[in-house]
């Protein structure tokens, strides 16, 4: 079981709608992320917060709109996706950001939400 | 930037057959992690290696980190139907990045 939860579980949008993705985590972990996996691919990650401030962005477009109220909590803001924003997207979180030099920060993953745009 | 390469991409076996995947970094790693990920479901943190020539074993599963900190396996004795799933190596990608490797999707015919 994930100490990462995530609603909702299955999510279908229009084109024009505007919904959110909510992550949630209680192991004190100080840094939290956003992936996107399409199928049969390794996660590709979006956003990491950080002490709960944006420290990356990768490029992400603005439709996708990241927002971290505390330490515990994760949102993802959808407005006007495309059919290709279709995927699964992971909330993850670690005890600290990762850094290149570390070696340990193991990150945890959420069970994700099924994001389907029609 | 830092790629990690992973083969095989499939990988179909019998029951009780061993399998093996494999990891090739363009770069020298401080750490290695391997997540498994079963169908439908999440990516889930298995181990973590850092030392140079580290092996470590969890029941069947058996992880290696190469002597270089550029290349790691992981292999699986007498597979059963429960190992099903995407098998992910992935190393710090600079920048405060996880880099993981494409997966190798192991099925288990019983």
């Known amino acids: 079981d994930t100490e990462v939860t995530q609603t909702p579980k299955h999510l279908v949008m229009g084109m024009t709608n505007k919904k959110s993705l909510k992550c949630e985590q209680h192991?004190?972990?100080?840094?939290m992320y956003w992936y996107k996996q399409k199928a049969k691919k390794p996660p590709e990650l979006m956003f990491v917060?950080?002490?709960?401030?944006?420290?990356i962005n990768e490029s992400v477009p603005s439709r996708f709109s990241p927002e971290c109220p505390n330490s515990s909590l994760l949102n993802l803001h959808l407005h006007a996706l495309q059919p290709e924003d279709s995927a699964l997207y992971l909330c993850?979180?670690?005890?600290?950001?990762?850094?290149?030099?570390?070696?340990?920060?193991?990150?945890?993953f959420g069970e994700g939400s099924w994001l389907t745009v029609v | 930037g830092q790629q990690v390469m992973q083969i095989p991409q499939y990988q179909h076996v019998q029951e009780g057959e061993d399998f093996t995947t494999y990891c090739n970094s363009s770069?020298?790693?401080?750490?290695i992690q391997w997540y498994k990920q079963r169908p439908g479901g999440h990516p889930v943190f298995l181990i973590q290696?850092?030392?140079?020539?580290e092996v470590k074993k969890q029941n069947r599963l058996t992880f290696l980190f190469g002597v270089s900190k550029m290349n790691c396996s992981l292999h699986i004795t007498a597979t059963q139907t429960t190992d099903v799933g995407t098998y992910f190596c992935a190393g710090p990608g600079g920048g405060s990045r996880l880099t993981f490797g494409e997966g190798t999707q192991l099925t288990v015919n019983p």
């Open positions: 290696l850092v030392k140079s020539g």
């Open positions: 993850a979180s670690s005890q600290d950001q990762l850094t290149g030099g570390h070696s340990g920060n193991t990150i945890y």
């Open positions: 917060y950080s002490y709960e401030k944006l420290s």
């Open positions: 192991m004190g972990h100080r840094a």
């Open positions: 770069t020298t790693l401080s750490n």
